[in-house]
């Protein structure tokens, strides 16, 4: 009976993904212009702005892994770590490197560190749950500067960014009963291989990371364009009262850049400001789908990264809110 219950639901599944993917192409057919246009604003993204900036901290962050420099680094942050998260130092490397990186290379860090075995399962579950975040270049320069034309916002948006993240992790040191991982390895003993291995890893995750842009590029217009999210907007304008910046919020919830855009161009205010930290801390459906390709591979629990998410996206609102009432 549970058999044959299970079957049912699993072919009722089937059948509404097969329909979506199917009203994806029907869309594609009927107006190719659009989402051809869709696509190549995504690619444009992905090669003139993550390309450069994500191709070198993907190669070097996997070398260091490979070679076992990362064991150097993270003992100088082990007592911190140790107190703040409870876990080893290479947690508060995989940090610094995600904080000043950008999405999504703490996850890739986590893969890395991963399949090296130099963490846990358990240890990269705990991981995800602070070292997923966008960086400096992107944060401050790109939303603060750039579309908002303002430093003080983006260090309001910088600074909620990271305390958020470091709540999070608090909250989750305790997760495995504070599993350390203590006899870290490297493997120098393959060095021969190990340059060539980097980079084609490298460029296989950076093209993967492209992929996801383009294709969420194409999902959210597709969303955007069938009304589909015209309900939650609804529900969000009784309580925010400016359609603008909720819609901005909306579309910053599929592309995170998008959003913050769109919110950039409504009225300056706490609101506007505080909903663009949320969004940057959510990282979008697109980052999300793109740091699970990563985490997956690193056998981390989906539920509690995704929970960790919603959590710093609320930490980062609250932050962010605070300090642009007390000092903007």
Known sequence: MNTTAFDIKTKIKKSVVATLIFACILLLVIKPDVYISSSLNGLKLWALIVLPSLLPFFFLTSLMAATGITDKLSALAAKPAKFLFNCSGLCAYTFLMSILSGYPVGA????????????????????????????????????????????????????????????????????????????????AANSGNILYECVYSSVISVALVGGFICVFYIFADMLINLKITMPLEYILNIVIKDEGVTKGFVSGLIECTRGAKALSECSLSAVSVSLTASIISFGGISVIFQSLMFLQSAEVKTGIFLFSKVLQTVFSFLISFMLFTFFY
Do not use: Q, W
Request: hydrophobic content about 40%; aromatic content about 8%.
């Open 108 to 187: 890739k860090i986590i893969a890395d560190l991963r399949k090296n075995n130099l963490i846990s399962s358990k240890e990269a579950t705990k991981m995800s749950t602070f070292c997923s975040t966008s960086g400096p270049l992107f944060i401050i320069g790109s939303v603060g500067i750039g579309m908002f034309g303002d430093k003080k916002v983006g260090y309001i948006l910088i600074i909620s960014h990271v305390l958020s993240a470091v709540i999070c992790g608090i909250i989750f040191r305790s997760y495995g009963n504070g599993e350390i991982t203590e006899n870290h390895r490297g493997i």
